[in-house]
């Protein structure tokens, strides 16, 4: 009887072993049976397995503003990265500051080197002072396009830009027949050695100072592009000089802010002139505020801009200098840039 027992507990215990070695070897599917994996087939020979997919280059641009507190400035800042977003899908654009300072947009070129971006797309402030900076990064093996003004390199970075002669021209030929005989006006130039605010002086020169020696310069000034310095500037004016006829100013942002002085000290019916056509300037001369400016399109320098920019990272394209269009606006067609901007979705 002792015997029979002891044989009936070491089959149980066997049973019970192999229970347990089954339960431990894998986890029941859903349907009841067990599914194992081998060691063979937990090691399958690398060339059995699907390659990866090369990752697609994605290329990196560096947008250098020259002051994003300059509305102009800021409009192309947004029209660039839009242009990137609609357009480019393998392009990242990072927006950098220059602050209006030369050593500001340095360091910014400098790092963009430094972090490897395959771009620089440059608004310069300063035609000769961004010249060196560019070259090393040119030196480097970074691509770099100017934008809304270019740089003094003889030619060696892309360019995209409007005339600056032809711009100031426009308003010029229309002032001619606008501001009264021996008028007096003041000048409100951009930031020295600016090859826009120079060559914007320029054309007011030949076809308006030239033509019209009756006219008065009762003084000029640089504003820096700058609404609160050129505001400054003609506070001061109307308290030295009284009477003022017309405001020449080199682009919008400044003209505006001139304005904003004469409209505060009671002066309505002085006539403006601006560059740039910017929202506000539209809506200016829409009210009758402001007498005409000429269009830089921050859409079509962004446009051509990108694509450029694009071409020389890819290898696609070599430099070259594109110049955009620069219609008048006047109160007669700004309506229709009004509707760009809200297009554009600058206005509400």
Not at 58 to 65: D, L, Q
Not at 82 to 98: I, P, Q, S
Not at 318 to 324: D, G, K, P, Q, S
Request: proline share 3%; aromatic share 6%; hydrophobic share 40%.
């Amino acid at each position: 009887m002792k015997s029979m027992k002891k044989l009936m507990a070491v089959m149980m215990g066997s049973m019970l072993a192999l229970s347990l070695t089954v339960g431990c070897g894998a986890e029941p599917k859903a349907g009841g049976t067990a599914e194992t994996t081998t060691a063979a087939e937990e090691t399958k020979p690398a060339e059995e397995a699907k390659p990866a997919e090369e990752a697609q280059k994605t290329y990196k641009i560096a947008y250098i503003a020259r002051a994003q507190s300059d509305s102009f400035a800021a409009w192309l800042a947004n029209a660039v990265k839009d242009e990137v977003a609609k357009n480019y899908k393998d392009v990242t654009v990072d927006v950098f500051d220059g602050e209006s300072k030369n050593e500001v947009i340095a360091s910014h070129i400098e790092n963009a080197v430094t972090k490897q971006y395959d771009a620089i797309l440059l608004q310069p402030y300063d035609s000769e002072a961004q010249v060196a900076p560019a070259m090393e990064a040119m030196d480097a093996g970074v691509q770099v396009v100017t934008v809304n003004n270019r740089i003094n390199d003889n030619d060696r970075a892309g360019a995209i830009d409007a005339d600056p002669v032809a711009q100031a021209a426009k308003n010029a030929e229309l002032a001619f027949e606008q501001i009264p005989q021996n008028g007096k006006v003041v000048v409100l130039m951009g930031p020295a050695g600016n090859m826009h605010s120079d060559k914007r002086r320029i054309g007011w020169q030949q076809s308006f100072f030239d033509k019209r020696p009756d006219v008065k310069i009762l003084d000029e000034q640089i504003a820096n592009w700058n609404k609160d310095e050129a505001m400054r500037f003609m506070e001061d004016w109307i308290q030295t000089y009284g009477e003022i006829d017309a405001i020449i100013s080199m682009n919008d942002n400044m003209a505006v802010g001139a304005l904003e002085a004469a409209k505060a000290a009671g002066m309505t019916d002085i006539l403006s002139y601006g560059v740039d056509g910017t929202a506000e300037a539209c809506l200016a001369i829409q009210a009758g505020e402001m007498t005409s400016t000429t269009l830089q399109s921050a859409y079509a320098l962004a446009e051509e801009a990108v694509k450029l920019t694009y071409k020389l990272m890819t290898g696609a394209g070599e430099r070259e200098t594109i110049l955009v269009d620069c219609p008048l606006i006047t109160k007669e067609n700004a309506q229709e840039y009004i509707d760009l901007h809200k297009k554009a979705g600058n206005l509400k």
